[in-house]
């Protein structure tokens, strides 16, 4: 039987080891990819420290996975060996609980999530659904397109159906993983892009990023700051620190909203009167929604 190589958890909090596997065969409605690249996301946290209920460990981490089909299962239509996928957070879907019924997938009920529920990408090889792949374009590398699979289809599809439109105000806190990203997103969508973080030594790369305007929250209000701006038509919260966001809530434009796709561990907490005077809105995103 061929082998492979991949990085597993064994259990939670263990640390990460290198083993050799049997090379998995797909089964029905599914392929083998042969991993090219895989970005490490701060998620996958959740199978190191099992953070999660139900990991089925020994797990293998990795959901930004890019690479090429090198075998197709009984019953896949539509994709061939040799074509270049990725999977992401979102690992496929079940096609017939209420949400799936109703066309969103992202809240299947059984939702397939690569290093989570099945084994990810940080092996030479792995198993996906074919409900849940996507094609990569010839003229995108395989390394910038692993991460995009999950942080960059995240802050892509939160700015697309936040409502803004060209030549609003739209927010960005945080500069990291996720918040880079966001800013060359609003950038391109013609948004009038305000980047936020801490330190001044962020300032030239949040405008080479695409930021018409950095705001530093060690010497500024941010929320003052928007407020002078007519206030922000969306605030996208990248980072994992709820009172920055709460901090944020008063820079609302009337009718704003507060994307959150950072998980912070506390609770975001806001005045009602911030919410109701202005019609604001709090919004939580999940990955490829």
Known sequence: MPTMRAVQVSK???PFELVKRERPKPGRGEVLVRVQACGVCHSDAI?????????PYPIVPGHEVAGVIDEVGEGVVGWTVGTRVGVGWFGGNCGHCEPCRRGDLIDCQNIRIPGINFDGGYAEAMIAPQSGLVR???????????????????????????????????????????????????????????????????????????????????????????GKLGGAKTILATVPNSEAMSELIPGLSVRGKLIVIGVGAEPIQVSAVDLIAANRTIHGHASGA
Request: proline share 5%.
């Open 12 to 14: 939670p909090g263990a």
């Open 136 to 226: 990569i374009p010839d003229d995108l590398s395989t390394e910038d397109a692993a991460p995009l699979l999950c942080a960059g289809v995240t802050t892509y599809n939160s700015l697309r159906n936040s409502g803004a439109r060209p030549g609003d105000v739209v927010a960005i806190l945080g500069l990291g993983g996720l918040g880079h990203l966001g800013v060359q997103f609003a950038a391109k969508m013609g948004f009038r892009t305000v980047a936020i973080a801490r330190g001044a030594d962020k300032e030239k790369f949040a405008k080479k990023l695409g930021a018409h305007l950095y705001l530093d929250t060690e010497k500024q209000n941010a929320a003052a700051e928007l």
């Open 47 to 55: 199978a190191k420290e099992g953070l999660f209920p139900g990991i």
